[in-house]
């Protein structure tokens, strides 16, 4: 991981079970070679001995805002514009909760509010912390200003329980700091994201329940590994990740049109909004007022963006699809991948058990004679993995590879 050679790693370990493993992670940033600096908070000195990361990392721990030795020379200062990179490791519910308010209450928040350096979060916690809405909506704040989201894996806790909640182990921690930045360098993909509102009338609309999450999700993660992110968004309740450069619109027509003005010079085309089949072939001029009575409204076919995609001259190497199904997800899936000449489709269930919106979810990836499982997991673990996956297919496309 020759790209780490000379870079200067901030380790911020907070107040979890995972903190144990804070050693390792840092042997194995300096085994990359990493120069490690460690700053511990209150509760994760109950879990891993500051000597210990002065052993491994060659420098004195700094645990306390108010250390007057430290602090003569404004070390949280020092030690903010020292760092390349910043990682959290373990980054729990609360810490996080307190980086999203904008709290400097301790050194660790204080330095990286301080920082401009690149922020990185490795969430652990218990996995129905993890899928709380406050903590999402605390990540999402987190990941629009920038930082970046890795993890949490799935498996057995602390706790007993088994879910996603983990703290990616220590290696895996490594590879995604080095090599994550790279991946998609010099791309450019061009996203839809949310559903699209056809109107009946000025006040009322046929759409749909798509949250928009797992398209903004996905594209922070193609921004972290490199990529030139562009997104052609219906309306949606998120924030644009930083980076990212985002196009609202409404309808189905218009998607189609702002998505054909950017299509050259793309690498990938992604479509993960959730577009609607049909609209009212009129609209009303005025609100429609309550009669009491039956009321038809005659729908048309909405243009097939995916479709039209495809087939355009202008048509990047790779294109994706995405499919919500019901029942039987891989027939369906696999009829679209075809009908619509993709190159990748991923599908996932929704309805009663699982729907739009839902934090954890999973992916059925599709190509024409393979595919993967991604989850269940938490939507930003599936982009990452989805993220991965595209990145591959990018890079085997560029070297004139075979597709699969």
Same mark, same amino acid.
């Given at each position: 991981m020759t ?5 200067r790693?901030l380790?911020?370990?907070?107040g979890?079970i ?5 050693p390792?992670l ?5 085994d ?10 209150a ?5 891993v001995?500051?000597?210990?990361l002065q ?8 645990r306390?805002?108010?250390?007057e /030795?430290?602090?003569?020379?404004m070390g ?5 514009r020292?760092a390349d990179?910043?990682l959290?490791?373990p ?5 996080i909760g307190r980086l999203?308010g904008?709290?400097?209450d301790d050194?660790?928040t204080t330095?990286?509010?301080?920082s401009?350096?690149?922020l990185?979060?490795a &969430?652990a916690?218990?996995r129905?912390m ?6 999402q909506?605390?990540l ?6 920038g930082?970046?989201?890795?993890g949490?894996?799935?498996?057995s ?6 879910g996603p909640?983990?703290?990616? /182990?220590?290696?895996?921690l490594v590879a995604?700091?080095?090599?994550a ?8 993909i061009?996203m839809t994201?949310? &559903?699209?509102?056809?109107p009946?009338? &000025?006040?009322r609309?046929l759409?749909n329940?798509?949250?928009g999450?797992m ?8 921004r972290?590994?490199g990529a030139?992110v ?5 309306? @949606?309740d998120?924030?644009?990740p930083a980076g990212v450069?985002?196009? /609202?619109v409404?309808t189905?027509s218009?998607?189609?049109e702002?998505v054909l003005?950017?299509l050259?010079g793309c690498?990938?085309f992604i479509g993960v909004?959730?577009?609607a089949?049909?609209r009212? /072939?009129?609209?009303s001029?005025?609100k429609i ?5 039956a009321m038809?409204v005659?729908?048309?076919p909405n !243009?097939?963006?995916l479709?039209?995609?495809?087939a355009h001259?202008l048509? !990047?190497g790779?294109?994706?699809g995405f499919a919500?199904?019901t029942?039987? @997800?891989?027939?369906?899936a ?5 009908a619509?000449?993709l190159d990748l489709i991923a599908a996932?269930?929704v309805?009663?058990?699982?729907g739009?919106?839902d934090? @954890?979810?999973?992916l059925?990836v599709?190509s024409?004679?393979r595919?993967w ?7 930003? @673990?599936l982009?990452d ?5 595209l990145?591959?297919?990018i890079a085997?496309?560029?070297a ?5």
């Amino acid at each position: 991981m020759t790209r780490s050679s000379s870079r200067r790693v901030l380790l911020g370990v907070s107040g979890g079970i995972a903190a144990y493993k804070a050693p390792e992670l840092v042997r194995r940033l300096r085994d990359a070679g990493c120069e490690v600096r460690v700053v511990l908070t209150a509760g994760a000195q109950s879990f891993v001995a500051p000597l210990a990361l002065q052993a491994v990392s060659g420098h004195r721990v700094r645990r306390d805002l108010w250390d007057e /030795e430290a602090e003569a020379g404004m070390g949280h200062i020092e030690l903010a514009r020292w760092a390349d990179d910043i990682l959290v490791a373990p980054a729990t519910a609360h810490l996080i909760g307190r980086l999203a308010g904008g709290l400097a209450d301790d050194l660790l928040t204080t330095l990286i509010l301080a920082s401009q350096a690149r922020l990185w979060l490795a &969430p652990a916690m218990n996995r129905i912390m993890w899928q709380h809405p406050a903590v999402q909506a605390n990540l999402a704040t987190l990941q629009a200003r920038g930082g970046r989201v890795l993890g949490p894996a799935s498996g057995s806790q602390a706790c007993g329980e088994t879910g996603p909640g983990r703290m990616l /182990e220590p290696h895996e921690l490594v590879a995604a700091l080095s090599a994550a930045p790279a991946l998609l360098s010099g791309q450019r993909i061009l996203m839809t994201a949310g &559903p699209t509102r056809e109107p009946l009338d &000025p006040v009322r609309y046929l759409g749909n329940r798509s949250s928009g999450r797992m398209a903004y999700a996905l594209a922070a993660a193609l921004r972290d590994r490199g990529a030139e992110v562009v997104v052609v968004s219906g309306p @949606v309740d998120l924030p644009v990740p930083a980076g990212v450069r985002r196009f /609202e619109v409404e309808t189905a027509s218009q998607m189609l049109e702002a998505v054909l003005d950017r299509l050259a010079g793309c690498s990938a085309f992604i479509g993960v909004a959730a577009v609607a089949d049909y609209r009212p /072939e009129t609209a009303s001029v005025d609100k429609i007022k309550k009669s009491g009575q039956a009321m038809n409204v005659r729908l048309i076919p909405n !243009p097939d963006i995916l479709a039209t995609v495809a087939a355009h001259a202008l048509r !990047p190497g790779l294109v994706v699809g995405f499919a919500a199904e019901t029942e039987a @997800v891989e027939a369906a899936a696999r009829s679209k991948l075809d009908a619509k000449n993709l190159d990748l489709i991923a599908a996932n269930r929704v309805g009663s058990a699982s729907g739009f919106g839902d934090v @954890v979810s999973s992916l059925e990836v599709f190509s024409r004679d393979r595919r993967w499982s991604l989850g269940p997991a938490a939507k930003t @673990v599936l982009a990452d993995g989805l993220a991965d996956l595209l990145a591959a297919r990018i890079a085997q496309d560029a070297a004139g590879g075979t597709t699969t």
